[in-house]
């Protein structure tokens, strides 16, 4: 997709065509959907409902993780259509989550439903920026499934447009907000390994090793890393491809369509403040070896390894050292006894992204994070193509693999 300029503020039928909602009305009508503040809510004060509706496309990227039931139970939310290109799907869809009015074009969900909140749910990101754009300037937040969009530029546009709007974005790298990941950010701020020094990220090295699995699941490891570690300074990789360093023309499209990919092997390394450094490891051959897909956080005390999947696990290894018999390690799950605070209270990425909105700050599950993870998967190209380190931010804000 290229994207487009911004047409005119008089021009195009989805400029800001949304139902005015202030800030003060947004908080009131959420109810007890985002736990906030009980002085603030109070829906019976306020009988607008929020408009809700998803965008999917059965056969194409389907549902992503669920993203099409993300309204359903929620107080003062009104789910008001789903638009499905696919028509068997359209209506399986409709009816499993009570969508009164379907669309085989979202365009046109937009311009009648007028929603205010939109669930962009399809895995397949070929059409995610174009989507995204134009529900923001039909006034409405967005919700997205990863990978947020394709590339940097992408990116740019989308979320230069949410801020001038003043719309949140939130997509769906939700790893970083479940508890256990929250406890072991606590643990490693506490200094249970010490002085974090290195973190070692391993992709799911399935059949989709290489440029897929980083665009894929590298994507949640990406943003962890952030997370743990902040915004990286720069990136030196190489990707092959039976072997070989890869050209642009070793481009491909997958299955679920996230973007030109590349390779079948991935190593890439990550500077970050403070002389913390940080891998990534994707290839087949490895699979057996490094087990499921996460990251170890090397510190100077110990070692930490987070194991990634819908329900992630926390270990710590102890050690006996090395010693003329040799050297065992023992992992064992993070005792939560072991962190001295609990972690800061979290809402679900749903809720968390609805309190955003009525509070005007961003989601921690943000379209800025989502765009780091896509920028860092670009750096990784850019510095394998032309065998050189990157910095960011990317000077090159278009998909180095593309023609």
Known sequence: MKIQSEPGAASGPFVDMAIPLSRRRFLATLGTATALSPRLLHAQDDPLRLRAAV??????????????????????????????????GRATMAKAIGAPRVYADWRELLEKERPQLVSIAMRHADQHAEIALTCLRAGAHCYIEKPFVRSPDEADAVLADGEKRGR????????????????????????LIGELRELRAFGKQDTRAGGEDMMVLG????????????????????????????TSAD????KDNVG????DQVSAQFAFAGGVNATFTSDARLREITGRWGIEFYGSKGVIKLNCDLSPD?????????????????????????????????????????????????????GRNGAWGVEMVMAVYQAALGNIRVGFP??????????
């Open 55 to 88: 965008i999917g496309h059965t056969g194409r990227g389907d549902y992503g993780h669920g993203l099409q039931h993300i309204f359903k139970g929620r107080p003062g939310i009104e789910l008001v259509g789903l638009a499905d290109p696919v028509e068997s």
């Open 168 to 191: 949140r974005i939130a997509v769906a790298h939700t790893m970083r907000m479940m508890p256990i990941v929250r406890r072991l950010k606590q643990a490693l701020g506490e200094g």
């Open 219 to 246: 994507l949640h490891l990406f943003d962890l890393m952030r997370m743990f570690a902040g915004d990286p300074l720069g990136c030196s990789a190489r990707v092959l491809v039976q072997g070989r360093d890869i």
């Open 251 to 254: 481009r491909r499209q997958v």
């Open 260 to 263: 030109w990919v590349a390779g």
């Open 314 to 366: 926390v270990f710590v290894r102890s050690t006996t050292g090395w010693a003329a018999a040799g050297k065992q390690d023992d992992w064992r799950p993070l005792d939560a006894a072991l962190v001295k605070a609990a972690p800061d209270p979290s809402l679900a990425p749903v809720s968390d992204w609805l309190e955003a909105i009525g509070r005007n700050r961003e989601p921690e599950c943000s």
């Open 394 to 403: 990317l000077k090159v804000r278009t998909h180095p693999l593309a023609p």
